[in-house]
T-cell receptor, first 116, second 115 residues
Framework: AQKITQTQPGMFVQEKEAVTLDCTYD???????LFWYKQPSSGEMIFLIY??????QNATEGRYSLNFQKARKSANLVISASQLGDSAMYFC?????????????FGAGTRLTVKP | SAVISQKPSRDICQRGTSLTIQCQVD?????MFWYRQQPGQSLTLIAT?????????ESGFVIDKFPISRPNLTFSTLTVSNMSPEDSSIYLC????????????FGPGTRLTVT
């Protein structure tokens, strides 16, 4: 069974600094996708970034980058130049197999607080 | 991307009653799902809504408690039946627009409180 682990229940970062949110995963499937979502207090789930298991380069989307270390099965999210609006819950998720597999599983989440 | 709306956005319901949540997508999508997020918890997949056939439920979720319909490629409903306070959660609709893409999007959620 696949498993997603986020070991940081809460993180604090100073505004304008970078922060790394940790995520490790466990799967025996060679084909999988890794996702990060942001959930502000409003409750919506905002898609941030995606990394495929066969992707050669780390994914980047604006201030978000994914530090993908396949051998270590880690997919840490790096947020550069933190902003107050980045304060939210962040969830790491994984979906195994090809696109016919709908089984996206989520980690427990990390609550990020950006300090002014 | 896909624009997803859910109705109602929130509700307070009495124990023993049922609530039907609607999910509408602005375009035809390959796959639709329903998730539950209990207070302070992560998301848990309830079921995959299959168009024209019975939904596929995850372990711990049953059709009698969470009947799901998906009459077409843009719409689905989730009913929470015979509610108890333990059903108080956010219920989220999610879609994969394109079977050949990886994107998966979520609706704004329905906040349910059962008293």
């Amino acid at each position: 069974a696949q498993k997603i682990t986020q070991t940081q229940p809460g993180m604090f970062v100073q505004e304008k600094e970078a922060v790394t949110l940790d995520c490790t995963y466990d799967t025996s499937d060679p084909s999988y996708g890794l996702f990060w979502y942001k959930q502000p207090s409003s409750g919506e789930m905002i898609f941030l970034i995606y990394q495929g298991s066969y992707d050669q380069q780390n994914a980047t989307e604006g201030r978000y980058s994914l530090n993908f270390q396949k051998a270590r099965k880690s997919a840490n999210l790096v947020i550069s130049a933190s902003q107050l609006g980045d304060s939210a819950m962040y969830f790491c998720a994984m979906r195994e197999g090809g696109n016919d597999n709908n089984d996206m599983r989520f980690g427990a989440g990390t609550r990020l607080t950006v300090k002014p | 991307s896909a624009v997803i709306s859910q109705k109602p956005s929130r509700d307070i319901c009495q124990r023993g009653t049922s609530l039907t949540i609607q999910c509408q997508v602005d375009s035809q999508v390959t796959m639709m799902f329903w998730y539950r997020q209990q207070p302070g918890q992560s998301l848990t997949l309830i079921a995959t809504a299959n168009q024209g056939s019975e939904a596929t439920y995850e372990s711990g979720f049953v059709i009698d408690k969470f009947p799901i319909s998906r009459p077409n490629l843009t719409f689905s409903t989730l009913t929470v039946s015979n509610m108890s306070p333990e059903d108080s959660s956010i219920y989220l609709c999610s879609v994969i627009p394109n079977r050949w893409g990886h994107e998966q999007y979520f609706g704004p959620g329905t906040r349910l409180t059962v008293t």
